[in-house]
């Protein structure tokens, strides 16, 4: 069974700086490419980066690009989202996603391999 757990979220002041991890299980995880969505408060899903299997290849969303940074270990089986100068419009919850293979994207994975997601929220 696929499983992907997101830590890390939390409250934090702006300019500030997150790390989410994503541990996930079930699967050969270096076989897949990877990704981070978000959802705001009343607002559709957006997203933000993903990651090839080997971690060769990183792409991010323009409102993200500059501030965030996509890693993985594939020898821990996790997926990280380095954050900083965050922003009050960055407040969501951030779900790590797989992609059906090893390529990434700029849209979603499908739905049926999402985490439960982790809450950032951004506030002074």
């Known amino acids: 069974e696929v499983q992907l757990v997101e830590s890390g979220g939390g409250l934090v002041q702006p300019g500030g700086s997150l790390r989410l991890s994503c541990v996930a299980s079930g699967f050969t995880f270096s076989s897949y490419g990877m990704s981070w969505v978000r959802q705001a408060p009343g607002k559709g899903l957006e997203w933000v980066s993903g990651?090839?299997?080997?971690?060769?290849?990183?792409i991010y969303a323009d409102s993200v690009k500059g501030r965030f940074t996509i890693s993985r270990d594939n020898a821990k089986n996790t997926l990280y989202l380095q954050m900083n100068s965050l922003k009050p419009e960055d407040t969501a919850v951030y779900h790590c996603?797989?992609?059906?293979?090893?390529?990434?994207?700029?849209?979603?994975?499908?739905?049926?391999?999402w985490g439960q997601g982790t809450q950032v929220a951004v506030s002074s």
């Open positions: 996603a797989r992609y059906p293979g090893w390529r990434v994207t700029t849209t979603p994975p499908p739905r049926g391999y």
């Open positions: 990651i090839t299997g080997g971690g060769g290849s990183k």
